[in-house]
């Protein structure tokens, strides 16, 4: 068996020296279910690739729009089981990532909290 070789394939190393990219998610922490969230990724410098990691997680199969600096990953039609926490990396040259960024937690929640009519009160 070629260890070295499995070694290439399989480890990512990561590049204390790249700048840590930041995440952002839009539109907002708290969202109802059956919207769709999205999930931007930028680093500074010109970039190969991004991966995006659910509590600790690297998340596969996602829409991303790639752009030089950044990257949107968009989760339509979340759900509850979507709740957690989220964070990026980025690499310049494969299998070197950078750090991850830092995280971000979405909330999920079920349905609409209806607005107390002040009027019931008074
Ligand atoms: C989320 O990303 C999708 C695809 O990139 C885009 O069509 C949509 O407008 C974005 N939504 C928000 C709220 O930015
Ligand atoms: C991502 O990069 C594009 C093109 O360089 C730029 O227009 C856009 O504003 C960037 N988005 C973010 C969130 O930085
Ligand atoms: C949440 O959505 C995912 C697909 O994005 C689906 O696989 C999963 O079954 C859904 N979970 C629930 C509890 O609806």
Known sequence: MNVSFFLAVFLLFTDLGLPRPTIYLIPRKIIHKGITVNFSCVAMSPI???????DGHKLKDLPVELHKTNATFSIPNVNCSHGGKY????????????????????????MQIPHLRLANFV
């Open 87 to 110: 964070s990026c990396s980025y690499t310049l040259s494969y299998p070197f990532m950078s750090e991850s960024s830092n995280e971000v937690e979405l909330f999920v929640v079920g």
């Open 48 to 54: 190969q690739g991004f991966y995006l990691y659910k």
